[in-house]
């Protein structure tokens, strides 16, 4: 990093996302639709709770995810992306439409869920963002998203400084990927206090969503002829829900509430609701009241829709694009339906509340009972809350006194970190410090100046209320908020020389554990915390290991490590190996950078000895260098030890000592050399008794187990070989051979009456299919079409015969995307398709067949 920052340059984001506004002002002035009669709003709360890790910014496998990588990664899958691509269906299970329900929802995604979102699918990132432009140009500039205190903390609980910073994270993050600033704002829990209420209204949140029975009372505006109305009690939940609220902070301040039907949100949780539309729009219908305009709003975890309860978008989106429409009902949103009728009554909350706990947020700071269950106490929520409270409290006096030597208002650069995290490019980075240093920081002080921002940023990670939700402190919920915390500590250490960590673990030791083996919080803290930390030795160790798998890059990326290579040699005698190299690494994120040498002996298998040293000079790391490959060269093993101990030291790395990753991964590839010799075992085994083998099963005798067993991984093996080799090959007529031979591999499999292991079939067909797919819509060629068509078919009833459980999602999205968007508009639907169509009329036919092999609905245009 530059001693000297430079000047920033202009803010291009910032035009974009004027531009952007603007043109939805535009779109909206059009906007027809009208917030009177049955308006209908259904909010869901899209979030995970963030679960990287603090040391490597990402998140690591989770086998209780399996066969995903990850909970959000599953989640995806069941959810997020089911409902950017949802389905109608018809009598026949076939494709109608496909809806993107987060146009008609009204919804928060989590700020840490979405830029997840944005890395690991770009489509249903998009597809959110494009829902959001849709909604506020149809709803008169009023977007569906509305936005979420930042990382999911109880803000009640939370101190005043923390509130504000929370809301204006979660307001900057949401302006960075919709565009625009904010209407409302969800609230973890729909937690709420009077100085939450205060510090959303002093930020420009207009309103908020809550349960009913966080109302205490309410009554209509004073007016000429009633003055001065009666207040109705209706702490019980017996507030209207079909109106907007106005709770008065001031005279002059005040924020809009909208509060959720309780009994029908419930349902959608708990019962059957949303086994159909009609269900649906029926159990709205029963809220509806004999007046001229009023609004059914229903709140409830998004992920309901198609991972709590799957098929359920299905349901709403047959419900948003036709069943509401049938009944005269109007969807909208919140921001759209405050715009035309503003509030009537005011209300006054009950002082603190949430919408998970009916102890006010006693859940998540003490025994209440609420989350608990097969007779566990949650004691510890309390010492837990208030080590957090007592660690907070001293980072935040270390980073404003350390803070002050580095920025003109230390709060105001937390606040904005924000933009850091969105962007941790040097650039970026240096930008920010500029805007935000009292004097130009030298290279040592912009490292420490992002070591206390990054700090600050942890200890609010800290508060994510997940770790208080559940009923044990040592939960990966627990587990995680506590990792947050050993990250805080250490960068405090690193940047103040205070050591917190020693107090904080006796603060935890009063937390008890439910689970015998822990005994308490310091236990958690000691057992499943501090092993998880992670130094720059243990990044160059997992880098000199890793080098013997991948070819590094002379630049490259460890997660969030910026890694150059300045020098690696690596040499093979028998079946030993030695890398060598020397390795600078620069942390992304505090910018802070070390200069290792690395040495990586392979002794074979999973035997590996790997040492570290901080580089010292080119000639030291020569002479290093020079010594260990006379050490090799001499094939002794045990001299070769010696050798890397005396120069390197006892301290050793293994594969244990890996990012769990690529731990995984290696294992797997040294599993894989083994595997490959037992597969050529079995299949020899398979050839020398298919015979016999046959005549088992001509004369209907049951076969032995182990013949059976080396029927069943050698066709195993044959079959992914010939799939890694489709993959692989771009030759379309090689990749009709390996068609063949996969549709071979699977006759042969039913005749000998066995269940194939083929874990890669189902996403290397769904790959080539789409690619297939892709390509013939899209590169039109009459003169291959039909042989194009037939190979798509041939290859979705292979993955049919081979049972892998093929998903034509993708495919169908394509193709009803092409049949919208090119097919109908081009060749059906016009007068002149000769001009403009790229298929003759014998292709269209071919191609609307297709369409009905990928059970999309074509029936209206074909035969």
Request: hydrophobic share 35%; glycine share 6%; proline share 4%.
């Amino acid at each position: 990093m530059t001693t000297t920052p430079i000047k920033p340059k202009k803010d291009l984001e910032l035009n974009s996302l004027e531009t952007l506004e603007n043109q939805i002002e535009q779109q909206a002035e059009t906007s027809q639709v009208q917030a009177t009669g049955v308006c209908i709003t259904v909010h869901g709360h899209f979030y995970q709770p963030p679960r990287e890790n603090p040391y490597l910014d990402t998140i690591e496998r989770q086998p209780s995810a399996y066969p995903f990588h990850d909970w959000n990664e599953r989640i995806l899958y069941e959810c997020y992306r089911p409902n950017v691509f949802a389905r109608i269906l018809n009598e026949h299970n076939e494709v109608i439409d496909i809806v993107n329900t987060f146009e008609y929802l009204s919804f928060n995604v989590g700020p840490t869920l979405m830029s997840w979102l944005e890395d690991h699918d770009a489509q249903v990132y998009q597809g959110i963002i494009d829902a959001d432009r849709k909604s506020a140009a149809r709803l008169g500039g009023h977007g569906n998203a509305i936005a979420q205190v930042y990382n999911h903390i109880i803000l009640p609980l939370a101190n005043q400084r923390d509130k504000y910073t929370q809301i204006r994270w979660g307001k900057a993050d949401f302006r960075s990927h919709f565009g625009r600033d904010p209407e409302g704002m969800w609230l973890a829990e729909t937690a709420v206090d009077y100085p939450t209420l205060e510090a959303l209204a002093d930020e420009g949140i207009q309103f908020i969503i809550l349960a009913p029975s966080q109302a205490e009372r309410c009554r209509p505006f004073a007016r000429e002829d009633n003055p001065s109305p009666d207040w109705l009690e209706v702490g019980g939940s017996q507030i209207d829900p079909t109106r907007p609220y106005r709770c008065f902070l001031s005279e002059e301040k005040y924020i809009d509430i909208f509060f959720y039907d309780g009994p029908i949100s419930s349902d959608m949780g708990f019962d059957d609701v949303l086994s159909s539309s009609q269900n649906f729009a029926d159990r709205l219908g029963q809220a509806v009241r004999d007046r001229p305009s009023q609004l059914v709003c229903v709140a409830t975890d998004g992920e309901t829709f198609g991972h709590h309860k799957g098929g359920t978008e299905k349901c709403v989106a047959h419900a948003v694009l036709q069943e509401f429409a049938n009944r005269g009902w109007t969807t909208t949103n919140f921001g759209h339906y405050l715009s035309q009728n503003p509030p009537t009554w005011e209300v006054e909350l009950k002082p603190v509340t949430a919408w998970s706990c009916s102890h006010g947020v006693e859940r998540w700071q003490s025994d209440c009972g609420c989350g608990g269950g097969g007779g566990w106490q949650q004691q510890w929520r309390k010492p837990l809350r208030e080590s957090l409270n007592w660690l907070r409290d001293r980072l935040a006096e270390i980073y404003e006194a350390h803070g002050r030597k580095f920025f003109h208002d230390v709060w105001q650069a937390r606040d904005e970190y924000v933009q850091v995290i969105r962007d941790r490019s040097p650039e970026n980075v240096i930008n920010y410090l500029y805007r935000h240093q009292n004097h130009p920081l030298n290279q040592e002080e912009q490292i420490d100046a992002l070591r206390l921002l990054e700090m600050q940023r942890q200890s609010l990670l800290m508060f994510t209320s997940c770790g208080w939700f559940f009923d044990e402190i040592s939960r990966p919920e627990g587990v995680q908020i506590l990792r947050y915390a050993a990250r805080a500590i250490e960068l405090v250490g690193e940047v103040a020389g205070v050591q917190l960590e020693t107090q904080f673990r006796h603060r935890l030791s009063v937390a008890p554990s439910n689970v015998e083996s822990f005994r308490d919080g310091a236990q958690v803290y000691d057992e499943l915390v501090v092993p998880a930390r992670i130094t720059f030795e243990r990044v160059a160790a997992h880098y000199g290991i890793t080098s013997l798998f991948t070819h590094y890059q002379t630049t490259d990326r460890v997660y969030c490590y910026e890694a150059t290579q300045v020098d690696y040699f690596r040499q093979q005698i028998g079946t030993q190996t030695l890398a060598i190299g020397q390795l600078r690494l620069v942390s992304e994120i505090t910018r802070e950078s070390a200069d290792y040498i690395f040495a990586v002996l392979h002794l074979g298998g999973w035997d590996f000895h790997c040492c570290i040293q901080p580089f010292t000079g080119r000639l030291a790391y020569s002479k290093v260098k020079e010594t260990l490959l006379e050490a090799l060269n001499q094939a002794s093993v045990a001299k070769t030890m010696f050798v890397m101990t005396k120069v390197f030291g006892d301290r050793v790395f293994s594969l244990e000592n890996l990012f769990a990753e690529e731990r995984q991964w290696i294992i797997q590839q040294i599993a894989d050399q083994s595997k490959n010799t037992l597969d050529q075992l079995y299949t020899q085994a398979y050839r020398d008794n298919y015979t016999v083998l046959r005549a088992f099963h001509k004369e209907e005798l049951p076969v032995p187990t182990e013949l059976k067993v080396a029927a069943e991984i050698a066709l195993s093996h044959r079959c992914s070989v010939a799939l890694e080799t489709l993959e692989a090959v771009k030759d379309q007529p090689e990749r009709d051979n390996y068609l063949a031979e996969l549709a071979a591999i699977a006759t042969e499999a039913q005749q000998m009456r066995c269940k194939m292991t083929i874990p890669e079939g189902k996403r290397v067909l769904e790959q080539v299919i789409g690619d297939w797919l892709e390509d013939l819509l899209f590169e039109a060629n009459d003169e291959t079409l039909e042989e194009d068509c037939d190979r798509i078919q041939r290859t979705i009833e292979l993955g049919d015969a081979l049972e892998v459980g093929l998903s034509l999602d993708r495919a169908q999205e394509l193709y009803y995307r092409c049949l919208h968007h090119k097919i109908l508009p081009q060749c059906v639907e016009t007068d002149t398709p000769e001009k403009v169509c790229p298929w003759d009329s014998v292709s269209v036919t071919l191609l609307l067949k297709l369409g009905r092999r990928l059970a999309i609905d074509v029936s209206s245009w074909s035969a």
